[in-house]
C-alpha cells in the first residue's frame, strides 16, 4: 500500500495552527529560517502565539504584527546586523511577554521534550540573571555523593514546529545541504506536530545521489506536512541554495527602525501572497541594480 | 620596527590570553579578538583550535574577514552547544556592553530586565560559557558607562555570584582576563575584583581610573604591557591583517 503524500500549501500549514499555540520556530538568527510561513503566519488571523526560536528575524516580524504574545529565546540577532530592531523594540515597549535563556539551556530544554522528559539538568544559568528572570526555573540536587545542584532546565515541548530545509520528500525525510543542521530535528521532535517547508520536493532516491547520508537529519516519523517553498527562507541564508539576501536584510532592518519607513516596507511587501512577496523582492533588486 | 599602534598593543595582549591553553578550543568574538587568537596559534600556543565561526574548524589562520582555509574539522552550533562548552576544552572571550568589579558581564540589555532601555542581544551562551571553560572579555573602548560597578543583567556570571550559587557553579569557573583599549585585567583583586594588571604604553594608571566606573584595584606598580616583537608586526601587519581593519575598531590617536 502506498502511503499518502503529507504535501500540503502553505495555506494549508497555517490552517492547521490555533491562536495560542506554542510553536517552535528553526533555524538560527537569520539563518536557514521558515520565512515563507513566517509570512504566512503575518497575514492570518493568528494571535497569541508563544514563540520558541533561536530569534532572528522570524520573531522580530512575528511581534512587529501582534502575532506573539510570549517568546522564549537566548539571543535575537540578524547575524550581519547584530541586533533585530523589530525585536528590540518590543521588547523595549514591553508589548509581549519574554523568556531569555542561555543557549545551551535552549538546546537542552528542546531536547528534554525531544526525550518526553520533564527536565535535564545543566551546569548552564548557575550565577547569572537567567534565573532571576525567569522565576519559573528550579534547581535540582544530585543524589550522588557529588550533592551538585544544577539546573533543572524545563522541557520546551511545542504544540508545532516549523522548520526549513534545502530538501525533502513527499513523506517528510528532509535533508539540509549546508555546514550546519542547527536544531531543526530537535524542534521537530520538541513540538506534537511538525512541518517542513522545503526549497525543493523530489523522489527520495534523489535525496542521497549527491548528497551524504548523514545529512538526513529529519525522518518522516517527525513530520506531519511537508511544503515547497522555493526561496522560502529569503531573506536568510539557505545555504548552499542560496547565502543571506544582505541588500534585502539591510533594507528590513533600516524601514523597521521608523514606523512610517516600516509601514512603507510592509505595504511593498508584506501586504500580499508568497508569490506577491517574491515577485516584489525581485523587483527591489532589479530596481537597486538600475 | 617603528610605531606600534595601540590596536597592535591590544592584539598581543589578546594573544597572550590564549598562550598556556594548549590544545582546547579557542571562541574569540569579534575583530581584535580574532587577531589576537589567530596571532597566538601562529606564536606562543600553535595547539590552538579555531573556527571560521560558523561550523568549520579552520587547520591555518588566514586574514581577518576570510575564511577560506584547510578545514581540520566540523564544529556546528549543536556541537559547540552539548560538546565543546560542557566538555570545557575552550577559552572564549566574549565582548561586554557592561563589565563590573566583580566581574559580571552584561550582553543582554540595558535597563531593567522586564522593559529595558535598550535591548542588546540577549544572554546568548554567556551564562553557560561561564561556568564552564575559560572566559576573557575584549572591550574595544574602555569608559565608565562599560566599565561599571554593577552590571544591569548579568550575562556572564563573575566570581561571587558562581560562589553563592554553590560549587556546581564555581567547579569550572575561569574568568581570565579582561583586555581594553586602555590596559589589561584579571579579578584577582580583594574579594575577586577588578585588577590592572599593566597598561598600553601610553596611558597611565589615573587614565585608567578615570575612564572607569568603579574602583580598580591596583598592586605597587603596574607595568606597561609588553611589546610586540618584530615577529609579531610581521604577522600582524602582513600575513593576519593587512587591510588594518585593527585600525578601525581601536584607532590610533
Request: aromatic share 6%.
Given at each position: 500500500?502506498?502511503?499518502?503524500?503529507?504535501?500540503?500549501?502553505?495555506?494549508?500549514?497555517?490552517?492547521?495552527?490555533?491562536?495560542?499555540?506554542?510553536?517552535?520556530?528553526?533555524?538560527?538568527?537569520?539563518?536557514?529560517?521558515?520565512?515563507?510561513?513566517?509570512?504566512?503566519?503575518?497575514?492570518?488571523?493568528?494571535?497569541?502565539?508563544?514563540?520558541?526560536?533561536?530569534?532572528?528575524?522570524?520573531?522580530?516580524?512575528?511581534?512587529?504584527?501582534?502575532?506573539?504574545?510570549?517568546?522564549?529565546?537566548?539571543?535575537?540577532?540578524?547575524?550581519?546586523?547584530?541586533?533585530?530592531?523589530?525585536?528590540?523594540?518590543?521588547?523595549?515597549?514591553?508589548?509581549?511577554?519574554?523568556?531569555?535563556?542561555?543557549?545551551?539551556?535552549?538546546?537542552?530544554?528542546?531536547?528534554?521534550?525531544?526525550?518526553?522528559?520533564?527536565?535535564?539538568?545543566?551546569?548552564?544559568?548557575?550565577?547569572?540573571?537567567?534565573?532571576?528572570?525567569?522565576?519559573?526555573?528550579?534547581?535540582?540536587?544530585?543524589?550522588?555523593?557529588?550533592?551538585?545542584?544544577?539546573?533543572?532546565?524545563?522541557?520546551?515541548?511545542?504544540?508545532?514546529?516549523?522548520?526549513?530545509?534545502?530538501?525533502?520528500?513527499?513523506?517528510?525525510?528532509?535533508?539540509?545541504?549546508?555546514?550546519?543542521?542547527?536544531?531543526?530535528?530537535?524542534?521537530?521532535?520538541?513540538?506534537?506536530?511538525?512541518?517542513?517547508?522545503?526549497?525543493?520536493?523530489?523522489?527520495?532516491?534523489?535525496?542521497?545521489?549527491?548528497?551524504?547520508?548523514?545529512?538526513?537529519?529529519?525522518?518522516?516519523?517527525?513530520?506531519?506536512?511537508?511544503?515547497?517553498?522555493?526561496?522560502?527562507?529569503?531573506?536568510?541564508?539557505?545555504?548552499?541554495?542560496?547565502?543571506?539576501?544582505?541588500?534585502?536584510?539591510?533594507?528590513?532592518?533600516?524601514?523597521?527602525?521608523?514606523?512610517?519607513?516600516?509601514?512603507?516596507?510592509?505595504?511593498?511587501?508584506?501586504?500580499?501572497?508568497?508569490?506577491?512577496?517574491?515577485?516584489?523582492?525581485?523587483?527591489?533588486?532589479?530596481?537597486?541594480?538600475? | 620596527?617603528?610605531?606600534?599602534?595601540?590596536?597592535?598593543?591590544?592584539?598581543?595582549?589578546?594573544?597572550?590570553?590564549?598562550?598556556?591553553?594548549?590544545?582546547?578550543?579557542?571562541?574569540?568574538?569579534?575583530?581584535?579578538?580574532?587577531?589576537?587568537?589567530?596571532?597566538?596559534?601562529?606564536?606562543?600556543?600553535?595547539l590552538l583550535m579555531l573556527t571560521d565561526g560558523e561550523a568549520r574548524i579552520l587547520k591555518g589562520t588566514p586574514p581577518l574577514g576570510q575564511s577560506a582555509d584547510v578545514v581540520e574539522g566540523w564544529m556546528p552550533f549543536r556541537l559547540v552547544l552539548e560538546a565543546v562548552v560542557p566538555y570545557g576544552k575552550r577559552?572564549?572571550?566574549?565582548?561586554?556592553?557592561?563589565?563590573?568589579?566583580?566581574?559580571?558581564?552584561?550582553?543582554?540589555?540595558?535597563?531593567?530586565?522586564e522593559k529595558p532601555t535598550r535591548q542588546l542581544l540577549g544572554v546568548r551562551g554567556a551564562p553557560g560559557n561561564t561556568v564552564n571553560n575559560r572566559t576573557s572579555y575584549w572591550v574595544p573602548k574602555h569608559s565608565e558607562r562599560v566599565v561599571v560597578e554593577q552590571v544591569d543583567i548579568v550575562s556572564g556570571v563573575?566570581?561571587?555570584?558562581?560562589?553563592?550559587?554553590?560549587?556546581?557553579?564555581?567547579?569550572?569557573?575561569?574568568?581570565?582576563?579582561?583586555?581594553?583599549?586602555?590596559?589589561?585585567?584579571?579579578?584577582?583583586?580583594?574579594?575577586?575584583?577588578?585588577?590592572?594588571?599593566?597598561?598600553?604604553?601610553?596611558?597611565?594608571?589615573?587614565?585608567?581610573?578615570?575612564?572607569?566606573?568603579?574602583?580598580?584595584?591596583?598592586?605597587?606598580?603596574?607595568?606597561?604591557?609588553?611589546?610586540?616583537?618584530?615577529?609579531?608586526?610581521?604577522?600582524?601587519?602582513?600575513?593576519?591583517?593587512?587591510?588594518?581593519?585593527?585600525?578601525?575598531?581601536?584607532?590610533?590617536?
Amino acid at each position: 500500500m502506498k502511503a499518502p503524500s503529507k504535501e500540503l500549501s502553505i495555506d494549508d500549514v497555517v490552517g492547521r495552527l490555533e491562536s495560542g499555540m506554542t510553536l517552535g520556530i528553526g533555524g538560527w538568527g537569520s539563518r536557514r529560517k521558515p520565512m515563507a510561513l513566517v509570512r504566512a503566519i503575518l497575514r492570518s488571523d493568528l494571535t497569541d502565539l508563544h514563540v520558541v526560536s533561536y530569534a532572528g528575524p522570524d520573531v522580530g516580524l512575528l511581534l512587529a504584527a501582534g502575532k506573539a504574545s510570549k517568546v522564549t529565546y537566548a539571543f535575537a540577532t540578524l547575524d550581519s546586523i547584530p541586533l533585530e530592531p523589530l525585536f528590540g523594540r518590543a521588547r523595549q515597549d514591553g508589548t509581549a511577554e519574554f523568556r531569555e535563556w542561555d543557549e545551551g539551556m535552549f538546546q537542552t530544554g528542546l531536547r528534554a521534550a525531544a526525550q518526553r522528559l520533564p527536565f535535564l539538568p545543566m551546569r548552564a544559568g548557575l550565577g547569572s540573571a537567567v534565573l532571576e528572570n525567569d522565576p519559573a526555573l528550579r534547581t535540582v540536587t544530585s543524589p550522588y555523593d557529588d550533592g551538585e545542584e544544577l539546573v533543572a532546565v524545563p522541557a520546551l515541548t511545542l504544540d508545532v514546529a516549523l522548520v526549513h530545509m534545502n530538501r525533502a520528500d513527499t513523506q517528510g525525510n528532509a535533508q539540509y545541504l549546508g555546514p550546519d543542521p542547527y536544531f531543526d530535528d530537535l524542534f521537530c521532535m520538541a513540538a506534537r506536530e511538525a512541518y517542513v517547508s522545503t526549497e525543493q520536493i523530489i523522489d527520495p532516491a534523489g535525496l542521497t545521489v549527491d548528497a551524504p547520508l548523514q545529512s538526513l537529519i529529519i525522518n518522516r516519523t517527525m513530520v506531519a506536512g511537508v511544503v515547497e517553498t522555493p526561496n522560502g527562507a529569503h531573506f536568510t541564508t539557505c545555504t548552499p541554495t542560496y547565502e543571506r539576501d544582505e541588500t534585502f536584510q539591510k533594507a528590513y532592518a533600516t524601514a523597521a527602525k521608523d514606523p512610517d519607513d516600516w509601514a512603507a516596507f510592509s505595504e511593498r511587501f508584506l501586504s500580499g501572497d508568497e508569490d506577491a512577496y517574491q515577485a516584489a523582492v525581485k523587483a527591489f533588486h532589479e530596481e537597486a541594480a538600475s | 620596527m617603528t610605531d606600534v599602534t595601540r590596536s597592535e598593543y591590544c592584539a598581543v595582549a589578546i594573544a597572550d590570553c590564549f598562550a598556556d591553553d594548549g590544545e582546547i578550543m579557542g571562541s574569540p568574538m569579534g575583530l581584535l579578538p580574532t587577531l589576537g587568537a589567530r596571532l597566538a596559534k601562529n606564536t606562543s600556543n600553535p595547539l590552538l583550535m579555531l573556527t571560521d565561526g560558523e561550523a568549520r574548524i579552520l587547520k591555518g589562520t588566514p586574514p581577518l574577514g576570510q575564511s577560506a582555509d584547510v578545514v581540520e574539522g566540523w564544529m556546528p552550533f549543536r556541537l559547540v552547544l552539548e560538546a565543546v562548552v560542557p566538555y570545557g576544552k575552550r577559552h572564549v572571550m566574549m565582548g561586554a556592553t557592561q563589565i563590573d568589579r566583580h566581574g559580571n558581564q552584561n550582553i543582554s540589555a540595558i535597563g531593567p530586565w522586564e522593559k529595558p532601555t535598550r535591548q542588546l542581544l540577549g544572554v546568548r551562551g554567556a551564562p553557560g560559557n561561564t561556568v564552564n571553560n575559560r572566559t576573557s572579555y575584549w572591550v574595544p573602548k574602555h569608559s565608565e558607562r562599560v566599565v561599571v560597578e554593577q552590571v544591569d543583567i548579568v550575562s556572564g556570571v563573575g566570581r561571587a555570584r558562581a560562589e553563592a550559587a554553590g560549587k556546581a557553579a564555581t567547579r569550572f569557573h575561569d574568568v581570565h582576563r579582561l583586555v581594553t583599549n586602555l590596559g589589561v585585567f584579571d579579578f584577582n583583586g580583594p574579594d575577586h575584583t577588578i585588577r590592572l594588571l599593566s597598561v598600553h604604553p601610553g596611558v597611565s594608571v589615573d587614565d585608567v581610573r578615570a575612564a572607569s566606573g568603579c574602583e580598580i584595584h591596583v598592586d605597587g606598580d603596574v607595568p606597561d604591557t609588553r611589546t610586540p616583537t618584530d615577529e609579531e608586526l610581521l604577522l600582524i601587519r602582513e600575513l593576519l591583517d593587512p587591510k588594518g581593519l585593527r585600525e578601525r575598531e581601536v584607532p590610533s590617536d
